[in-house]
């Protein structure tokens, strides 16, 4: 298999209730059995054999956790899409720059270096953007009674990951629309206007399928892309209130 560069983008908030019970209110700096989510990713990228650079991108809690950790760490953006950005303006300027990145967040406390192997094994060479999807029935094999989000589709219900195998160009093109979506991802109105009318209305009727998004990706995005069926549960795992937090802290204690 190829390597990557890797960006980790880790300037993500939690709530205050949380906050409080773990100690800090950034996300990558939660803690399970004394590491960070932060550290645990950026060993298990290396420990994987596929990545070359770690770019973590935050503020100045995540400088100190990850200096001795990673390659590089920038300082954090506006938003989510802009520290992948900073992220990929930093390394093609770099003597090497990559042809592919690995992005993936930094709250997904599951993560192993042989969940990064099973997946990018999984993603086809030839797609600008390889998007994680994971079965509502594997999920509840392996998290039982643990809460998420699923999209019931015509050939099953899914949720998507948060690791992502991207083509350099078609990143950078792709970068305003995504940033579209990243603001929009709260407002129902919004992002009926990305989607449009009729995949809504396929989604609606329960019509829509894994294909058809696939095709709406690359017609938002100007790109080919995979969603990658039964990708590894743990890609999926992340952390945004007290009830994940603690679901996950009684699963580690219990290796």
């Given amino acids: 298999m190829a390597n990557f560069d890797a960006i980790l ?4 908030r939690i709530g205050p209730e949380l906050a409080q019970r773990v100690g800090t209110d950034v996300k990558a700096l939660i803690k399970f059995e004394g590491k960070s989510i932060l550290a645990s990713t ?6 994987s054999g596929l990545i070359s650079r770690t770019i973590v991108i935050g503020g100045d809690e995540v400088r100190q956790e990850a200096s001795k950790l990673a390659d590089e760490v920038l300082s954090e953006g506006s938003s989510g899409p802009d520290n ?10 770099s003597p ?4 592919k990145v690995f992005v993936i967040t930094t709250d997904l406390p599951f993560v192993t270096p042989d969940t990064i192997r099973k997946y990018v094994a999984q993603c086809p060479e030839h797609r600008d953007i390889c998007v994680p999807l994971i079965n509502r029935k594997d999920w509840d094999a392996q998290y039982p009674n643990s809460t998420a989000t699923f999209a019931k589709l015509q050939d099953g ?18 970068m305003p629309q995504i940033d579209r979506v990243f603001q929009n991802r709260k407002s129902i109105f919004g992002m009926a206007k990305l989607l449009g009318p ?3 209305f396929k989604f609606v009727t329960k019509t829509l399928n894994v294909p058809d998004v696939e095709q709406k990706i690359q017609h938002m995005l100007g790109c080919t892309g995979a969603a990658i069926r039964n990708a590894p549960t743990e890609l999926a795992y992340d952390i945004d209130d007290l009830e994940d937090y603690e679901y996950a802290a009684g699963v580690i204690a219990k290796r």
């Fill in 198 to 200: 009729k995949f809504l």
């Fill in 9 to 12: 983008p880790a300037g993500g």
């Fill in 96 to 99: 090497n720059p990559p042809s």
């Fill in 84 to 93: 992948i950005l900073k992220g990929l303006k930093h390394l093609l300027a």
């Fill in 42 to 47: 950026i060993e298990s990228l290396q420990a």
């Fill in 157 to 174: 219900s899914w949720t998507t990951g948060c690791a992502y195998l991207i083509d350099v160009e078609a990143l950078e093109s792709a």
